[in-house]
């Protein structure tokens, strides 16, 4: 049978409480000496330990860097000089986080991580996101950093070298705008591209780097995927919109399996508190401006149970057929151990296009 499961999709269609989870943490897998406990939690930079080495350190750093707040921790795993990924992945696969990167990565070792990424995503319901260098993934879960020769007075870094500073700067962005324009102030160059070339590059998934003259800052908040669907719009392309849709599949999941999962009789009555409670958590991200106000509804997935009281071949109590039943009957049917709920919500977007014709 499996574990018992709550799967939560978003479509581009458009209790207890739930509170939102602290969000912004960031797992960086550094190569260096293994300490006697693995990993490293650092909150601020006092925390990095004397022992690490001078590059790992300032790996960490740049990660804490953040943007318009610091990330809310940052996860350092050792590995050896020699090892592989495996068990770094195998370890992070159990604990929470948001962002990764892995600042010594190599253009042969993206794929095994991208893959593995992509495949928490899309198998295990696991909604992290990797900051991989020229990596060009078409996932959403994947930010491919093209941008490159970033210069900080002190160092030139590669597109690998710099990944911990963004996986810091969107973990430290608000779910209410988005990193695009966001500044980097330590830095006094990069690699530089005309309009046409960060049109270009941006189009098919890459992060860049916009030197406007006076400073540079994040041309746009773009990940990898490019290749859209039905399922999956334009908005999949934005880092904010799928931050915001991640936390919300990770909000309701944590807080169905923590208040929910075997603690209720699967009675419409307790079906309802939990729509009632989700709905109310929809309407604090209302007022919160992560969802367009009066535009985020959820209830029970009538088509949905409507196939499973069929197919377990349900009839009323006086002998009907699911054929011949009510709406609102198929809503208040017994369906043993499943909940059949759907959700459509609108997610707003930051301002990133401005068009004012002038007329003189």
Known sequence: MGLPSINISFREQGITAIKRGQRGIVALILRGAIPATNPIEIYTPAD???TMSKDNKKQVNLALMGYQRPPRKVIAYMIGAEDDYAEAMNYLETI????LAIPGITEAETTEVANWI?????TKGIKV????PKTPADHEGIINVTADEMDDNTKTYTSAEYC???AGLFAGTPLTIAATFAPLPELIDCKKLNKEGLDKAIDEGELQL???GEKIKVARAVNSLVSTNQEKGDSFKKIKIVDCMDMIHDDIKKTAEDNYLGKYANSYDNKC???SAIQGYFDQLELDGILDRGKNRVGIDVAAQ???LKSVGYKTPDGRTVEDMEVQEIKEANTKDKVFLSASIKILDAIEEISLPITI
């Open 96 to 99: 929470r986080w948001d962002y």
């Open 306 to 308: 409507t196939a499973y």
């Open 210 to 212: 916009y030197n406007d």
């Open 129 to 132: 996101k990797g900051v991989l």
């Open 273 to 275: 508190l939990l729509i």
């Open 118 to 122: 992509k495949s928490l995503r899309d």
């Open 48 to 50: 990095i330990p004397e």
């Open 164 to 166: 911990a500073r963004f």
